[in-house]
């Protein structure tokens, strides 16, 4: 079997894109914790800050108070 030679840029090419496309995997993977919303909720005389996820669940955070 015959292998052609890289040169030195294309290897250096080579590594520079393995290490860009890893890093995106490991920022994309980080990010995903921060998909959702957040919003202030009434509720009678109190306000709460709730959490919304991507698939629509809600989680209260807690009440909103004035320091």
């Known amino acids: 079997m015959d292998y052609i030679a ?38 009678a005389a109190r306000e709460y800050l709730v959490k919304t996820a991507p698939d629509n669940r809600q989680q209260r955070l807690g009440l909103r108070t004035t320091c």
């Open 6 to 43: 890289l040169s030195d840029q294309a290897v250096r090419q080579n590594i520079d894109a393995l290490t860009v496309f890893t890093e995106f995997v490991r920022v994309q993977a980080l990010a995903a914790g921060y998909a959702g919303g957040m919003y202030w909720k009434r509720h």
